[in-house]
């Protein structure tokens, strides 16, 4: 069971004082060659609107239950959930394909928990294939004793995958490590192969034998190698999408304890919330207006004419159809998952519920339930 130190209020209000550095820009020739586009943002909302009118089919993969025979343990994928899947939005992954440029951006922040959405809408699922609808990774503070030992920070890095045939999600995962130099690793396991013995009196027999391989979430019908560099391209981008959110605005939102965030590329502020027909009703049934852009313009006061800058208004946390939902800038806001890098210890069941020691499953709705809270004290303040 994955298990942090006692979270105080203290430390969770320390977060939110961080300013994020520039970001470090990696060489052109770093970037070998880009994924092929699909359709035109497909699965992602184009307005806010838009998001609120599908937020029912957004959290449909939610509801998918686990297969028992799943690698990662129920509290892990609890704590993911709580601290919710982010869908992606824009140019995201690149894809390099020498081993030595596959890098991440910026190491000063090593996140304890990053957990996004990869599905796309529309796929048509084919029988007997598994399509991987979340991406996530926990970091933990050593390599278990089954995996060969490597330098840098580990992270559990993995797939929740949707078997077409149960309906089910199968989460799997292989140990990444981020070294130092900002490359990547993928560890190798240490486990045990049953031996028959051919020849001689003991012939007939069997015996183990220790040996070292790749993770069994790298077997596939693809070369080895090829399969690594895939994986670890998934990894870096998800790393460096991650830490790079906080110059983004955020939808984020919950229900029945599960989490949702859509982040919003800044210049794709106006577009994104230009609705201004969404409104909601206060406790006193008046109408309030939704969160949206509003285009500069010249105001006269007492003669002098004031030109009043472009700006978002109206109510950013708000209830549609039984969602609560927060609406956070960059200016105004930090985001705890992003700051937050306490690297989780693995304990027994037993252990983990002594004092001081919380388990990931709180970990990730506390992240959660202070990014969303903050906004709204930083706000009013």
Same mark, same amino acid.
């Not at 910026?106 to 048509?124: C, Q, R």
């Not at 985001?335 to 020691?357: Q, W």
């Given at each position: ?26 060489d ?38 686990a ?11 609890? +704590? &993911?959930?709580?601290?919710? @899947?982010? $869908?992606?939005?824009? #140019?995201? %992954?690149?894809?390099? /394909? ?55 920070v ?16 199968f ?18 396991m ?13 012939? +007939? &027999?069997?015996?183990?034998? @220790?040996? $070292?391989?790749?993770? #069994?979430? %790298?077997?596939?019908? /693809? ?5 690594k ?74 003669g ?24 956070k ?11 937050? #890098? ?15 020691l ?24």
């Amino acid at each position: 069971m994955m298990i942090v130190e006692k979270i105080s209020d203290t430390f969770l209000t320390v977060l939110s004082w961080f300013k994020r550095p520039e970001l470090l820009h990696p060489d052109p020739e770093d970037y070998i060659e880009a994924l092929p586009k699909t359709k035109k943002e497909i699965g992602f909302p184009e307005t806010l609107g838009e998001l609120l009118e599908g937020l029912e089919n957004t959290f449909k993969s939610y509801a998918v239950p686990a297969l028992s025979e799943s690698w990662l343990d129920s509290d892990e994928r609890i +704590g &993911l959930k709580k601290l919710g @899947a982010h $869908v992606l939005h824009g #140019d995201w %992954l690149l894809f390099r /394909k020498e081993k030595s440029r596959i890098r991440v951006e910026e190491y000063k922040k090593a996140p304890t928990l990053m957990f996004i959405n990869t599905a796309i809408g529309n796929t048509i699922r084919q029988e007997d294939r598994l399509y991987p609808d979340f991406m996530f990774a926990i970091k933990l503070n050593k390599l278990p004793w089954n995996v060969v030992q490597e330098d840098g920070v580990p992270y559990k890095f993995g797939f929740a995958y949707y078997d077409t045939k149960t309906k089910k999600h199968f989460w799997a995962y292989a140990w990444i490590a981020v070294r130092q130099d900002r490359s990547v690793s993928i560890c190798k396991m240490r486990t045990t192969d049953k031996v028959r013995i051919t020849k001689g009196a003991s012939k +007939g &027999l069997h015996y183990t034998k @220790a040996v $070292v391989r790749e993770p #069994d979430m %790298l077997q596939d019908d /693809k070369p080895i190698e090829q399969t690594k560099i895939i994986m670890m391209n998934a990894f870096v981008c998800m790393f460096d999408w991650w830490v790079k959110r906080s110059d983004k605005w955020h939808v984020s939102v919950k229900k029945s304890g599960d989490r949702v965030t859509f982040s919003i590329p800044k210049e794709q502020t106006k577009k994104y919330f230009a609705d201004r027909d969404k409104t909601i009703k206060t406790a006193s049934g008046k109408a309030q207006k939704i969160v949206h852009y509003v285009d500069g313009f010249e105001r006269t006061v007492k003669g002098k004419t004031q030109h009043v800058k472009a700006h978002i208004r109206g109510v950013d946390t708000f209830s549609w159809k039984g969602y609560a939902c927060f609406v956070k800038a960059p200016e105004f806001h930090s985001l705890a998952s992003v700051e937050f #890098d306490i690297a989780p210890i693995e304990e027994s069941e037993e252990e983990a519920y002594k004092d001081g020691l919380i388990c990931i499953s709180k970990v990730g709705l506390i992240i959660a339930n202070y990014e969303d809270r903050n906004e709204r004290i930083r706000k009013t303040a």
